[in-house]
């Protein structure tokens, strides 16, 4: 009797099931391990044809009923034979998913490192970026969030950041990721509000981390320059003790010009801010003063309380400054100089980078 069922299109994948159960149904025994495997095989290229499991346990349940043998005294070895078919299948076909899943994710992985590194030919990688919702052709910023801790992308938090992306913006050719234990959000770069809604819920994910932006940048080769602003500004940010929970590259860009000619730099920070040597106490004191105080906008009261100083101390501290390198900080003709020497401080370390 040849099997027929409700789920057409099935043939294929119950090549060999009726002649088991005609078998079983006339020996008793039990499935072979040939038998077995076939089964498992079968169930592969069910999944690897993209065929639905319910409809093919459907085809098999309905194939047996056809096929049912009339002896009564058979029913436990045909329905065990059944029990083997469907599960040596259901593991054949659950073999090959997990299988797809892994290539996918090493396809994706390999896309995610050619991308941030600038490999692979580009146009190959715009090819391969389009599987994954982004058009290379457009402009493109990366978002870089940094927490306590490395995050991958099975990671809790970046389940619950990805989750919070697509609640509010659905599909808008965005691209979450991590690398180097970083949570990594690529946006088209007139979509500000995205990454700055991720920058949000990473910075609350994460416990307070921080999260750094990059410019857009068109082009493969502008995600990878986005990627490299942004972890230039998280550097930054270690280097200079900023406090600010979210970095835009675009407004840091100052610190690498300044830092581009690393000598010049030097003697300006040693030729302006050297005298502090002579203070009592060394420069620390008097350097915390101008950073406070350039920070606070050249506020004097809220300078003051940053530093948990009294006005007339700060004061104090500010005309010894002017005394010691002959720069007056409220002076704006001699703010420029000192500001840009703190700068510079900051970025070399100074006092305690000096040499």
């Known amino acids: 009797m040849t099997a027929t069922t409700d789920e057409p299109g099935h043939d294929h994948h119950l090549q060999g099931y009726a002649q088991i159960l005609q078998e079983v149904a006339a020996s008793g025994r039990r499935l072979t391990r040939e038998e077995r495997e ?77 991308l941030l590194y600038g490999r692979s030919d580009l146009g190959r990688l715009a090819e391969r970026a389009e599987r994954f919702g982004l058009l290379l052709s457009h402009g493109h910023a990366v978002a870089v969030a940094q927490g306590p801790e490395p995050y991958d992308d099975t990671h809790p938090v970046t ?36 990454l700055t809604h991720f920058a949000k819920q990473a910075h609350a994910a994460t416990g307070g981390g921080r999260v750094a932006l990059g410019r857009p940048h068109n082009g493969a080769g502008g995600v990878v320059h986005s990627y490299e602003e942004a972890l230039g500004a998280l550097d930054l940010a270690e ?17 690498p010009v300044l830092a581009r000619d690393r000598q010049a730099m030097a003697d300006l920070v040693e030729s302006t801010l050297g005298p502090l040597h002579s203070a009592r106490g060394g420069p620390g004191p008097l350097l915390d003063t101008l950073v406070a105080y350039f920070d606070s906008g050249c506020v004097s009261a809220r300078a003051a309380r940053q530093l948990a100083l009294s006005v007339r101390a700060l004061t104090y501290r500010l005309d010894r400054i002017h005394m010691l390198t002959g720069c007056n900080p409220a002076d704006p003709q001699h703010r420029y100089t000192l500001q840009t020497a703190v700068i510079g401080a900051r970025l070399l370390g100074w006092p305690e980078g000096e040499g």
């Open 159 to 194: 389940r619950q950041v990805e989750s919070a992306l697509i609640a509010r913006f659905g599909d808008r050719s965005t691209l979450l990721t991590t690398k180097e234990g970083r949570l990594i959000c690529i946006a088209p770069g007139d979509q500000n509000d995205v």
């Open 239 to 255: 280097r200079i003790n900023l406090d600010d929970p979210l970095l835009r590259a675009a407004d840091l860009l100052v610190y």
């Open 38 to 114: 076939s089964r498992r095989v079968l169930g592969e290229q069910a999944a690897e044809a993209g065929q639905p499991l319910r409809s093919l346990v459907r085809a098999h349940l309905a194939a047996t009923r056809a096929e049912w043998p009339g002896e009564v005294a058979a029913a436990d070895a045909v329905l065990a034979a059944v029990e083997g078919c469907v599960d040596a299948f259901i593991e054949g076909y659950e073999r090959a998913q997990r299988l797809a899943v892994r290539q996918a994710e090493a396809a994706r992985r390999e896309f995610i490192d050619d």
